[in-house]
């Protein structure tokens, strides 16, 4: 299986903020990957997928970059509702992995 | 969109569940859905995919051989049975939405809220 690692696992952060997640594949998946925002008791949201495409109707401030085995998700200007856990997600190669997470909080 | 599930239970070890997902604001036979569960307090595992036409399935290994997933596209629904259930399975599951019209894009733009399977003694 493809394993996804996720740096930081957690992340403080103020209103205002940029912030940029990592994640990391253990082999190469060109650009079939994905993030998502999950809120605690609520199910997951996409952000974006195939690497850099936003998904419909999430704000400009999240953005996707990278391909292969390296990927980021920057949030510019962090928003209160933004404070979240975020995962990544490859869909290259069955079975389909999530990173462990990367919870943001408010500092 | 809309995804409902229903069917998560408390169940004995060895038991089984059928899960259900009925869905609502687009149209089900053009898209593949899938199963994504969440144990209590931890990350998002793929549990299972079927195409818009039920001729393609796949299932993580930690549920194939005891896992069907399965589609009516009259009713507009999806299901998962699961047999031979554990404790590593006890989760929240998730019925999700293909992202991509037609063949699967593999990544998941709508989920239901979730139906909750607890497998205890």
């Known amino acids: 299986d493809i394993q996804l690692t996720q740096s930081p696992s957690f992340l403080s952060a103020s209103v205002g903020d940029t912030v940029t997640i990592t994640c990391r594949a253990s082999q190469g998946i060109r650009s079939d990957f994905a993030w998502y925002q999950q809120k605690p008791g609520k199910a997951p949201k996409l952000l974006i997928y195939a690497a850099t495409t936003l998904q419909i109707g999430v704000p400009s401030r999240f953005s996707g970059s990278g391909s292969g085995t390296e990927f980021t998700l920057t949030i510019s200007s962090l928003q209160s509702e933004d404070f979240a856990t975020y995962y990544c997600q490859q869909f290259n190669t069955f079975p389909f992995t999530f990173g462990p997470g990367t919870k943001v909080d408010i500092k | 969109v809309q995804l409902v599930e229903a069917g998560g239970v408390g169940v004995q070890p060895g038991g089984s569940v059928r899960l259900s997902c009925e869905v609502s604001?687009?149209?089900?036979?053009?898209?593949?859905m899938h199963w994504v569960r969440q144990a209590p307090g931890k990350g998002l595992e793929w549990v299972s995919l079927?195409?818009?036409?039920?001729?393609?399935?796949n299932y993580a290994d930690s549920v194939k051989g005891r896992t069907t997933i399965s589609r009516d596209n009259s009713k507009k629904s999806l299901f998962l049975e699961m047999k031979s259930l554990r404790p590593e399975d006890t989760a929240v599951y998730y019925c999700?939405?293909?992202?991509?019209?037609?063949?699967?894009?593999?990544?998941?733009?709508?989920w239901g809220l979730g139906t909750l399977v607890t497998v205890s003694s």
């Open positions: 604001g687009f149209t089900f036979d053009d898209f593949a």
């Open positions: 999700v939405k293909d992202g991509n019209y037609g063949p699967p894009g593999y990544f998941f733009d709508f």
């Open positions: 079927i195409t818009w036409d039920g001729g393609g399935r």
